[in-house]
T-cell receptor, first 114, second 113 residues
Framework: KNQVEQSPQSLIILEGKNCTLQ??????????LRWYKQDTGRGPVSLTI?????NTKSNGRYTATLDADTKQSSLHITASQLSDSASYIC????FGGGYNKLIFGAGTRLAVHP | ETGVTQSPTHLIKTRGQQVTLRCSSQ?????VSWYQQALGQGPQFIFQ???????GRGNFPPRFSGLQFPNYSSELNVNALELDDSALYLC????????????FGSGTRLTVV
């Protein structure tokens, strides 16, 4: 069964610190892996999109990595800000699956404290 | 270029009632997908519409139905509302064949009492 599992479930860090969120998936083969940021009560906003052949993708203070051999991805946030407080969702699109087969993780809820 | 717009933003309904949620797709997008997101969970796929027809459906009962209009906007209808239908309903639009352009709306928060 195709699954996407994220860890930790929740995380609290101090403003200015770095953190890394994990995503393990069993989807294979897959087309691309995405990280989204979702503020409470709002729709997800895309942070990074990586194809199966890419190892890393950056978007400002956000850097995603992908290891297709171990089926793991991580999202690293540098110099966290209070506005980074949100849920971060890992999404995998199976190869040839189309958008109706996006597989979502349950997300990691990040709280950045002053 | 406009993004995905959903209305209303919040809604409170009574158990047994019917509800219609609306979504305007991003300019240039021809496919609309609907998701249900319970509190603390990831989004669950409801169905997708392309060329005004349902193009894939998740594990949701028939009382969840939808429409897509010629301008690619879409509606989600839920009949006989149940308490468990309380959730954030997300709409996402995309262009079929484009593997990168997939944009979510801000969602409609539905509360069933």
């Amino acid at each position: 069964k195709n699954q996407v599992e994220q860890s930790p479930q929740s995380l609290i860090i101090l403003e200015g610190k770095n953190c890394t969120l994990q995503c393990n998936y069993t989807v294979s083969p897959f087309s691309n892996l995405r990280w989204y940021k979702q503020d409470t009560g709002r729709g997800p906003v895309s942070l990074t999109i990586m194809t199966f052949s890419e190892n890393t993708k950056s978007n400002g203070r956000y850097t995603a990595t992908l290891d297709a051999d171990t089926k793991q991805s991580s999202l690293h946030i540098t110099a966290s800000q209070l506005s980074d407080s949100a849920s971060y969702i890992c999404v995998v699109i199976p190869f040839g699956g189309g958008y109706n087969k996006l597989i979502f993780g349950a997300g990691t809820r990040l709280a950045v404290h002053p | 270029e406009t993004g995905v717009t959903q209305s209303p933003t919040h809604l409170i309904k009574t158990r047994g009632q019917q509800v219609t949620l609306r979504c305007s797709s991003q300019s240039g997008h021809n496919t609309v997908s609907w998701y249900q997101q319970a509190l603390g969970q990831g989004p669950q796929f409801i169905f997708q519409y392309y060329r005004e027809e349902e193009n894939g459906r998740g594990n949701f009962p028939p009382r969840f139905s939808g429409l897509q209009f010629p301008n690619y906007s879409s509606e989600l209808n839920v009949n006989a509302l149940e308490l468990d239908d309380s959730a954030l309903y997300l709409c996402a639009s995309s262009l079929t064949g484009n593997n990168y352009g997939y944009t979510f709306g801000s969602g409609t928060r539905l509360t069933v009492v």
